[in-house]
């Protein structure tokens, strides 16, 4: 019967080849387009995983290069138990590198603090060194540079070469690779330097990063500091931001004393002391800090029941109250996940598109082959040919298509990743698993099915010399 069936599709080779490219182009496209969610979750699977520790930023900014908190905080975080280094981070996006405009893809100066990240047990950049060193206190105050692989094989510069960033001159020390598109892409330099070149507010960071000491989880950590920032008064950052300057307003710090820190401009700065001045008006003045060292002391917390709607109405105003954005790896992991999940929604509404047309190309094919062939099951029904022959007949045709086109899409979906990896290796990432292609084919093949079956039932519906008549 297999046989039979793929006899009558080599018979009417253009139309069978139409079909079969359809199905093809459409699992091509399918092949494709989750080729994208899976790199992003590889990508970030492979970025977070080298990153143990904890990040902090600004509440709402998207990435730390967009956010602001006060540099003092340092000093309170680090006394928390469980906590073993706090690595003050500064990031300014270059413009400009060796006279070469940056647009895509992005690049970035991470001023790093050379004392702190000396302290900590599992450097990302320091233990990624491939070529040279990293950054020592014997490059504080100087020109020095560690540079990702990338960035070296894109301008043809090594370790005791030069490279200029927006502006400056930097001697290469040492070259750096991580493997993931998110850690590759920075010129790291002494923090004091990128605050001079780029006119940083020296009262203010981009973010922390919290290297636990693992003798505390690091959920408790993040407990703790949300509880130790919360209801500061630091502004949640807003697009608006990027326009009038830091987005930081002010902050409360520990000895309970509001610290209001200046934006550099005197009419952003009277605007935004007004807006604090009338949101507190009439207000209790409530400048507790919570004590985080009573509550790591007691050994049983107290818990005061709560109705469901009362529990909901706190929990909703302490996360209005909190400044900060605290995670730790897996948090940030799992709130890509959730993006992911969105975008294979996206995904599956466009593939769904290119999969119904690639369906309805076999029903027509295989109803014009039925059509054209209505003579000959006539006869085979009148030859004692069954029903259900025909109907295996003709869907064994179709599943012909159906395995055909998923072994081609899927093989060439494959190598279509296969050759933008490899044309654009520092723009975007696409993995096609074995499991993605496994289940091409197999929904291939399934579709293949389904579209010969209204042609198979349409067929066997028919009496042998009705058939031969209306042939």
Wanted: charged share 20%.
């Amino acid at each position: 019967m297999l046989r039979f069936a793929i006899r009558n599709l080599l018979s009417r080779p253009v139309r069978s080849l139409l079909s079969l490219l359809g199905l093809t182009v459409a699992i091509v496209g399918m092949v494709g387009l989750f080729s994208v969610a899976e790199g992003i979750d590889a990508t970030v699977d492979e970025t977070f995983g080298q990153i143990p520790g904890i990040l902090v930023m600004q509440k709402g900014a998207p990435i730390p290069l967009f956010s602001r908190i006060p540099k003092a905080w340092t000093d309170e975080i680090e006394k928390l138990p469980g906590v073993n280094v706090v690595s003050a981070e500064i990031w300014v996006r270059v413009n400009v590198i060796n006279g070469k405009n940056i647009v895509s893809p992005p690049r970035f100066l991470f001023g790093a603090d050379i004392a702190a990240h000396q302290k900590l047990k599992h450097s990302v950049y320091g233990k990624a060194i491939v070529e040279g060193r990293y950054l020592n206190e014997s490059d504080s105050g100087l020109s020095r540079t560690v540079i990702s692989r990338h960035i070296a094989e894109e301008f043809e510069v090594g370790v005791g070469d030069s490279i200029t960033a927006n502006g400056a001159d930097f001697e290469i020390v040492g070259i750096y690779y991580c493997g993931s598109l998110l850690l590759d892409m920075a010129i790291i330099v002494d923090q004091p330097i990128v605050r001079q070149m780029s006119l940083f507010d020296p009262n203010v960071v981009c973010s922390f990063y919290v290297e636990p000491t693992g003798e505390i989880s690091n959920d408790k950590l993040v407990e703790w500091m949300q509880e130790m920032f919360r209801g500061r008064d630091l502004a949640s950052w807003q697009p608006s931001s990027l326009l009038f300057g830091s987005g930081l307003s002010s902050s409360r710090p520990s000895n309970a004393k509001q610290s209001t820190m200046s934006s550099g401009n005197p009419l952003i700065d009277l605007v935004r002391s007004a807006d604090r001045a009338i949101k507190r008006f009439g207000e209790p003045d409530n400048e507790t800090v919570p004590a985080v060292e009573e509550e790591i002391a007691a050994e049983e917390p107290s818990i005061i029941p709560m109705e469901d709607n009362e529990l909901a109405d706190v929990a909703t105003d302490d996360e209005e109250l909190d400044p900060l954005e605290i995670r730790s790896a897996a948090d940030w992991a799992e709130r890509f996940d959730e993006f992911s999940s969105d975008l294979d929604i996206f995904l599956t509404i466009m593939t769904s598109i290119g999969l119904t047309i690639a369906v309805l190309s076999i029903i027509n094919t295989m109803l014009m082959s039925v059509s054209e062939r209505i003579i000959e099951f006539g006869i085979l029904k009148a030859n004692g040919w069954s029903r259900s022959d025909v109907m295996k007949l003709i869907t064994y045709e179709s599943a012909v298509l159906g395995v055909a086109g998923g072994l081609c899409g899927a093989s060439s979906g494959w190598l279509l990743t296969q050759i933008i990896n490899w044309q654009w290796p520092e723009h975007i990432r696409l993995l096609a698993s074995p499991e993605l292609l496994a289940f091409s084919v197999v929904f291939a093949a399934i579709l293949g099915v389904l579209g010969g079956l209204y042609p198979a039932l349409w067929a066997t519906r028919m009496m042998p010399m009705d058939a031969i008549r209306r042939g």
